[in-house]
Nanobody, 127 residues
Framework: EVRLLESGGGSVSAGGSLRLSCTAS???????VAWYRQTSDDECDLVSS???????YYSDSVKGRFTIYFDNTKNTVTVQMTRLKVEDTAVYYC??????????????????????WGQGTQVTVSS
């Protein structure tokens, strides 16, 4: 079983930077890792993802500002967030091992979409 441990997040002023990390001992064995952020009570939007072949994806809202990458052990996936905006404020979830294609909008913590989820971490961007 893969246990995802999220770290990072916090509060920052608009224009600032934060880093989110997702760590698991078997992360290198999953097909992909994604970061979602909560947009409503139970809905999450896909922010960024990376496959085991290190193919990356970014939503239009974060393209050019966020960078996702594996560390050299492939046990940690980090998303470096720069030029943060107030609208980036959300709870961010790391999700690993998708059951199918990584949909842009899913129900948060849905194990039918991803087999493993992190606990969520708050990102707050103030104006």
């Amino acid at each position: 079983e893969v246990r995802l441990l999220e770290s990072g997040g916090g509060s920052v002023s608009a224009g600032g930077s934060l880093r989110l990390s997702c760590t698991a001992s078997a992360l290198a064995d999953v097909t992909a890792v994604a970061w979602y952020r909560q947009t409503s009570d139970d809905e999450c939007d896909l922010v960024s993802s990376i496959t085991s072949e290190e193919i990356t994806y970014y939503s239009d809202s974060v393209k050019g500002r966020f960078t996702i990458y594996f560390d050299n052990t492939k046990n940690t996936v980090t998303v470096q967030m720069t030029r943060l905006k107030v609208e980036d404020t959300a709870v961010y979830y790391c999700a690993a091992d998708p059951s199918a294609a990584m949909a842009p909008v899913i129900r948060c913590l849905d194990v039918d979409e991803f087999n493993y989820w992190g606990q969520g971490t708050q990102v707050t961007v103030s104006s």
